[in-house]
């Protein structure tokens, strides 16, 4: 596993991938915690802007429940939030899109689903940047599993940060 620290930032992303600040309140918070931490690592990068970038993995094509794949794409890197003596640790790692339109679902993996998989934000509708080399989805919502990973001090279908998908970023 390798860390970045926080004094580290990338001022620009040149690669496909995500570009998302999860939610600047919930960064915040944990920022303004004596103990609180914010570690990315395995590919991930902590932006200027305090939004995080996870690249697109291309070796590996996301399955869908059939034989085939469903057109997902799965993304490298990871983020940890941690504080509270250890009360509070949330990792964000394994980040998939799947689904198409309204359906589109980001999932992280989870040891703990059998599956492996958790679905954490159903993405809404995406609307592609001006250059066309993005898609942004302007208000990706918490599911109830989401939910569950905040102990419900987000609500299933609290609204997170917009998240920014680079397809084409030349």
Request: net charge negative; hydrophobic share 35%; no cysteine.
């Amino acid at each position: 596993m390798t860390a970045q620290s926080l004094s580290t930032t990338i001022p620009v992303v040149t690669q496909a991938g995500i570009r998302w600040s999860v939610k600047a309140s919930f960064t915040a918070y944990i920022e303004k915690m004596r103990d609180g931490n914010i570690t990315v690592f395995d590919g991930a990068i902590r932006l200027d802007d305090g939004s995080f970038f996870f690249p697109v993995q291309k070796e590996a094509a996301v399955q869908n429940s059939g034989s085939g794949t469903d057109g997902g794409l799965r993304f490298a890197g990871a983020v940890q939030f941690t504080g509270h003596g250890g009360m509070l640790a949330l990792i964000l790692e394994g980040l998939e899109i799947t689904g198409e339109g309204d359906q589109s679902i980001l999932s992280i993996a989870d040891a703990y689903s059998p599956e492996g998989r958790l679905p954490f934000m159903t993405l809404g509708e995406r609307e592609s940047t001006s250059d066309g080399h993005a898609f942004v989805y302007s208000s990706p919502t918490l599911t109830e599993e989401g939910a569950d990973l905040y102990f419900e001090n987000y609500r299933p279908g609290t609204e997170f940060d917009a998240l920014t998908l680079s397809i084409d970023p030349s």
